[in-house]
């Protein structure tokens, strides 16, 4: 079983989306999606 990592909006804290987990990764993953609280695309960010 692979762990997931947890993206949430940079505006409204909300955790909207999540993907696997790569092992050579080192800085956080940064993406521009849609935001279903917010209603627009806005960057969301990994959480730990």
Known sequence: M????ILACTD???????YPE???QTE???LK???K????HTVHRETK
């Open 2 to 5: 692979s762990k997931k990592t």
């Open 12 to 18: 409204c804290g909300s955790r909207n989306y999540s």
């Open 22 to 24: 790569k092992a050579d």
């Open 28 to 30: 956080r993953l940064e």
């Open 33 to 35: 999606k849609f935001c």
């Open 37 to 40: 609280t917010c209603g627009t």
